[in-house]
């Protein structure tokens, strides 16, 4: 009942752009922080951004910083990433997760994640 769906992956050549979209069904996307995480084959996930509760306060890791922009559309209980200038190391499963009100530096803190979407860039 309560989930998290992420869409927008696909296949971008390098320097392209994506919008990844994370839709919440059974709660209100509102009250929660939305975090965003990646993990290629052979690596383990990290986290690339995370937006705030309410107005959303963001922050992200400095390999995405200045090309990707995370934001909410609460009125639609979405949160997007955009993704621009993607480059050979961007490529992973990307799945959002929601943790209450304020972001995490703890990926243990996250109740709910999303299933993942591919994003793939080719050369």
């Known amino acids: 009942q309560l989930q998290l769906v992420e869409s927008g992956g696909g296949l971008v050549q390098p320097g392209g752009s994506l919008r990844l979209s994370c839709a919440a069904s059974g709660f209100t996307l509102d009250l929660y922080a939305i975090g965003w995480f990646r993990q290629a084959p052979g690596k383990e996930r990290e986290g690339v951004s995370c937006?705030?509760?309410?107005?959303?306060?963001?922050n992200y890791a400095d390999s995405v910083k200045g090309r990707f922009i995370i934001s909410r559309d609460n009125a639609k209980n979405t949160v997007y990433l955009q993704m621009n200038s993607l480059k050979p190391e961007d490529p992973a499963v990307y799945s959002c997760a929601a943790v209450a009100f304020r972001c995490s530096p703890r990926r243990t803190s996250y109740a709910y994640w999303g299933q993942g979407t591919q994003v793939t860039v080719s050369s």
């Open positions: 937006i705030s509760s309410g107005v959303g306060s963001t």
